[in-house]
C-alpha cells in the first residue's frame, strides 16, 4: 500500500492519496483545489489516480476534485446522498472498492453534512489498517452540525445523526484502527481539534470529549454550544463544491496594475487586499486596503473581509503575487484582477496615496481616561476565547461576524480593536477604516498582552453584549 497524507496548515486541511503498488491503482481524498502535488507524487510512484473521493461538502476550502478529473480522466466520488451538478459516481454505505490488494470500504457517516462519508482502509484482506474520517471524527473533536442550519436542516437533527454515526459506523471499529481526519487544529470545521496528524479509534475513545460516555441529548448539547462563529464564505464554498466552476491555473500570476488601473478597480467596488506583515502595513500602506497577512491564515480571513464575487487587488513583497492568488482560489476566491508591484516604491513616488495604521500598546490603553475621549473596544476573538475572560467594557463581535454586526458600533467614535495576538485584531481595525470609520487602532499582543501586564479582566456575562 502507499498512503500520503498532506497537510495544508494554512487551511487546517488533510487530505490523502492512496494507491496499490501492485496494481498501479490509486484514489485521491478530499484534495486541496491546486493538485500539483499529488500528480507529482503518483508519477514518481508509477500510481494512477482513478477517482477521487470527498467525504463531504466542504464548506472551509474549495476542493480540487474537478481539476483532479479533468488532468487525470478519473471519476469523482460522494456519499449516495449528495447531488451535484456535474457528473459523480456515487459510493453507498458499505460499498467495497477494490485497487487491488489494497480495499477501501465506505460508511455513510451523516452528522457534520447529510451526506458525510467515511472511508475505511484494509490491506490484504486483513483487519482495517486505518480510517478517513473526513469531518465527521477529528482528533479531540468531531464534526459542528450547526452549518446547514440556514438550508433547512437543523443543528438538532445533524447532531442526532452524528452521535448514530460516530457509536454505530466508528465506534465499532478495532481500537488499533488508525484515525485520519480532514481537519486538524485551527478549523472553523469544530471547536477543540488537537495539533497532532493521527490517532487510533481506542485513542480517541479515551480522549475525545465528544465520545466520552453521554446520553444522545448530552451529545447534542455538547456539540451544538460553543462553536466558533463560521466564516460568511462557508456557504458560498459549499455550494461551489456542488457545482460546475472554472477550473484553477495556478501557475499565472495576476497581471501588475498602474496606480490609474489601480484606482479605476477602486471605483469598480474592488477591495485591496495587503498581504504584508502587520509592522510593514502599519508603517505606511495605500489608503483603504485591508491587511491580511500572507503569514496567517489568509484565506479564510480574507474571506470574512471580501465577497466571492467581489474584485479582489492584492498587495504583497515582491515575489509573491501568485501565491497570494492560489491562497484565495483555495476558498474559491477567484476574481484577482490585478495586484500592486513594488508598493513600497510606489508610495514613495506617490505619497499622497499613502497612509499609516493607528496601534495602541495595552499598557497606552490601560492608561485612557475621558479626557482622552470617548472609545469604543471590540474583541474579535471567537466565543471559546472569549469564555477565558475579556477586557472590561469589550463590545464582543467575532472578526466572522464584523460585516453583519457592523450597526451595533458607532462609526463617528474612536476605535479599539483587539484579539489574541494581534494578527485578526489589524484585519479587524483595517476593514473599519476601508468601511469609513475615522479613527482606529488594533492592539498589537491583544488579549494576551493585557492578561499578562496584569490588567483587570471580566467574564463576557458581565460584559452583557
Not at 472554472?246 to 498581504?275: H, M, Q, S
Not at 464582543?396 to 489574541?420: H, N, Q, S
Request: net charge negative; charged share 20%; hydrophobic share 40%.
Amino acid at each position: 500500500m502507499f498512503f500520503r497524507q498532506y497537510e495544508l496548515g494554512c487551511l487546517s486541511l488533510f487530505s490523502y492519496l492512496i494507491g496499490d503498488e501492485t496494481t498501479g491503482r490509486a484514489v485521491v481524498v478530499d484534495p486541496q483545489r491546486d493538485i500539483s502535488q499529488y500528480l507529482a507524487d503518483a508519477e514518481a510512484h508509477r500510481l494512477r489516480i482513478e477517482r477521487v473521493i470527498e467525504t463531504h461538502f466542504h464548506a472551509d476550502f474549495l476542493s480540487g476534485h474537478l481539476e483532479m478529473a479533468a488532468a487525470t480522466g478519473a471519476a469523482i466520488s460522494y456519499g449516495e446522498a449528495a447531488q451535484t451538478e456535474f457528473s459523480m459516481d456515487p459510493l453507498a454505505d458499505g460499498q467495497r472498492l477494490s485497487l487491488g490488494e489494497v480495499t477501501l470500504e465506505v460508511r455513510a457517516t451523516p452528522g457534520h453534512t447529510p451526506e458525510s462519508i467515511s472511508v475505511v482502509v484494509s490491506e490484504r484482506g486483513e483487519e482495517p489498517w486505518g480510517v478517513l474520517t473526513g469531518d465527521t471524527l477529528f482528533i479531540g473533536d468531531v464534526g459542528r452540525p450547526d452549518l446547514l442550519s440556514s438550508s433547512g436542516v437543523t443543528a438538532e437533527e445533524l447532531a442526532r445523526s452524528l452521535y448514530r454515526s460516530l457509536h454505530e459506523k466508528l465506534l465499532t471499529l478495532p481500537d488499533g484502527v488508525r484515525v485520519f481526519p480532514a481537519h486538524g487544529a485551527g478549523s472553523a470545521c469544530g471547536k477543540n481539534l488537537s495539533t497532532a496528524t493521527q490517532s487510533t479509534i481506542g485513542e480517541q475513545r479515551l480522549t475525545n470529549y465528544a465520545l466520552q460516555p453521554m446520553s444522545e441529548d448530552a451529545f447534542v448539547e455538547a456539540v451544538t454550544t460553543g462553536q466558533a462563529v463560521a466564516p460568511p464564505y462557508f456557504g458560498f464554498a459549499a455550494r461551489a463544491n456542488r457545482s460546475e466552476h472554472e477550473l484553477l491555473d495556478d501557475r499565472e500570476p495576476p497581471p501588475i496594475l498602474d496606480v490609474a488601473e489601480v484606482a479605476d478597480w477602486l471605483d469598480r467596488g474592488a477591495v485591496l487586499i495587503d498581504g504584508r506583515p502587520a509592522a510593514e502595513f502599519a508603517s505606511g500602506h495605500l489608503r483603504g486596503a485591508v491587511n491580511v497577512g500572507l503569514e496567517g491564515r489568509f484565506a479564510e480571513y480574507a474571506g470574512d473581509v471580501a465577497r466571492p464575487d467581489q474584485p479582489i487587488i492584492l498587495v504583497t513583497n515582491p515575489g509573491q503575487e501568485a501565491e497570494a492568488k492560489v491562497r484565495l482560489a483555495r476558498i474559491g476566491f477567484d476574481h484577482v484582477v490585478g495586484a500592486v508591484g513594488y508598493v513600497q516604491r510606489l508610495l514613495a513616488e506617490h505619497p499622497e496615496l499613502g497612509v499609516p495604521a493607528l496601534r495602541i500598546s495595552a499598557s497606552d490603553f490601560a492608561g485612557w481616561d475621558e479626557s482622552d475621549g470617548p472609545v469604543q473596544l471590540v474583541d474579535v476573538r471567537n466565543p471559546g476565547e472569549q469564555e477565558q475572560g475579556v477586557i472590561p467594557g469589550a463590545h464582543l463581535i467575532p472578526l466572522a461576524a464584523l460585516f453583519r454586526r457592523i450597526g451595533e458600533l458607532d462609526p463617528t467614535m474612536t476605535t479599539v480593536v483587539y484579539c489574541a495576538g494581534g494578527y485578526r485584531s489589524i484585519i479587524a481595525a483595517s476593514a473599519l477604516t476601508a468601511r469609513g470609520f475615522p479613527l482606529v487602532a488594533d492592539m498589537p499582543g491583544g488579549y494576551d498582552a493585557w492578561k499578562t501586564a496584569g490588567f483587570p479582566t471580566e467574564s463576557p456575562a458581565a460584559v452583557g453584549r
